[in-house]
């Protein structure tokens, strides 16, 4: 389904009185709004292929029906999800989970809804139907070299699907590791590994970049071989410039200081990009902001100072993406909700007051420090990110729009009620 111009305008009308009267604060803030606002017209986040459909766990799956069928129908729902909120105007594909088979027409059809391509993934974890090799002990790090020749062509197919549809950037996710003491040579491992990715580096074009993602655990249990941010990191800078780390804030053990962490890698020039999600316990692929929204928040608050630091473009630079697995919520209900939460935190960082809180550092007054933090934390920025959205030709709310055209109910009557969406 696609989203008549008409019915944002037509809904915006009937919010507008209220949303005038929350922005008032911020009109005689014009100094700090105005290049909020701005920023935040500019920030988009990409949206994962394989985050269009319900998810489920090991224990089951309960589908909600008008899931996307296709590639192009998964093209339609971020296409909607960008028309009501003008701030995910990215696709991220998982190959083979969404191969495009003809790419001219998929990347024309992604640019009708104002998409772009953001980085493609390959999938080095799961065996295929036609796989002549196993994963089963690993992919790039595998004592077989067969079996990491065949993850090294994969990635270097996945680069060319890539390049046809205009993306820039390769993430690589392994799932290697061990999962019992003895099972694996780290050094041997971390060798292989390091081998393998260099002949997927050498395969990069030129302007492209490569992101090494890590997790700390699952589906391996005991190691992983690119477990945490100093390995990914270590990857990165032995690969060269084109190759980053990627962080995704499910991928720590409990407790990580993550902001800390993005903090130092941006500092050294080596954060590349971004999962979103949130967790209570490990991977847990929530709704970002769901759980920690002052963690969130810590984090944009590092993400914009040393973006600043190195004058970075905010919106450009890094790649962001949000992955998560929905398993109780409508899968677009909850992207729009990760989105919002997502610019919140970021409008809230922006507003910090950097000068004060540098002030208060330098004299060792922890105090101050955290009031200025909490100062901008418990700022009610959602009348600017509204307000960003309205200029932008979005939604000044998505999800009551999208509750009120009844879009889960039209989508389930344009694709069925027991639909299963491709690739996951
Ligand atoms: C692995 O847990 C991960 O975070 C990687 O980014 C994968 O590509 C994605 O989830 C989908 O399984
Ligand atoms: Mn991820």
Redesign the pocket.
């Known amino acids: 389904m696609k989203l008549d111009p008409e019915s944002i305008a037509e809904y915006n009308q009937t919010q507008l009185e209220g949303h005038q009267r929350k922005l008032s604060y911020w009109t005689q803030e014009v100094a700090k709004a105005e290049p909020v606002i701005q920023k935040l017209i500019d920030f988009q986040i990409a949206i ?1 292929s ?1 985050a269009l459909g319900t998810g489920g766990t090991r224990f089951g799956r309960f589908p909600g029906g008008g899931e996307p069928r296709s590639l192009e129908e998964k093209i339609a729902d971020v296409g909607l999800l960008h028309a009501l909120n003008r701030a995910s105007g990215a696709i991220s594909l ?1 190959i083979p989970w969404d191969i495009p088979t003809d790419p001219n027409a998929i990347r024309q059809l992604a640019a009708q809804h104002g998409l772009r391509f953001d980085a493609v ?1 390959s ?1 080095t ?1 799961q065996d295929q139907l036609d796989a002549q090799q196993s994963y089963k002990f690993g992919s790039l790090q595998h004592t077989d070299p067969a079996v990491r020749r065949q993850a090294i062509e994969h990635n270097i197919e996945v680069i060319r699907h890539g390049v046809a549809l205009g993306s820039d950037a390769l ?1 690589v ?1 392994l ?1 290697d590791g061990s999962c019992f003491p003895g099972q694996l040579n780290f050094r041997k491992a971390f060798d292989r590994t390091l081998s393998s990715l260099e002949e997927i580096y050498a395969a990069l074009p030129n302007d492209w970049k490569l992101f090494v ?1 890590y ?1 700390a655990f ?1 589906p391996n249990f005991y190691s992983m071989t690119v477990g945490d941010w100093g390995s990914s990191f270590l990857y990165a800078n032995k690969l060269g410039p084109k190759a980053y780390t ?1 962080v ?1 804030l ?2 720590h053990l409990p407790n990580a200081n993550i902001e800390q962490i993005v903090a130092i890698l941006l500092h050294q020039g080596k954060l590349g990009g971004f ?1 979103f ?1 949130d967790s209570k316990y490990g ?1 847990d ?1 929530l709704t970002a902001g769901s759980i920690k929204p002052y963690q969130l928040f810590l984090i944009f608050t590092e993400l914009v100072d040393g973006l600043d630091a190195r004058g970075m473009n905010h919106a450009t630079d890094l790649g962001w993406m949000i ?1 998560a ?1 929905h398993n109780v919520k409508d899968p677009l209900e909850d992207l729009l909700q990760s989105v919002e939460a997502i610019q919140i935190a970021y409008a809230q960082a922006l507003i910090v007051d950097r000068e004060a809180l540098e002030d208060a550092r330098e004299a060792n007054d922890p105090v101050r420090a955290q009031e200025i933090l909490q100062d901008a934390f418990r700022t009610d920025v959602r009348p600017l990110v509204a307000e960003a959205r309205r200029r932008a030709g979005a939604s000044l709310n998505p999800l009551g729009l999208y509750r009120q055209l009844n879009v889960r109910q039209q989508l389930i009557g344009e694709r069925g009620a027991k639909t299963v969406t491709t690739g ?1």
Do not use: I, R, V, Y
């Open positions: 994962p394989w998982h993934n999938n974890f993430t996710w799932s993602e997790k699952e990627l995704d499910g991928h999962h999600n991977d692929d992955d697995s996951l």
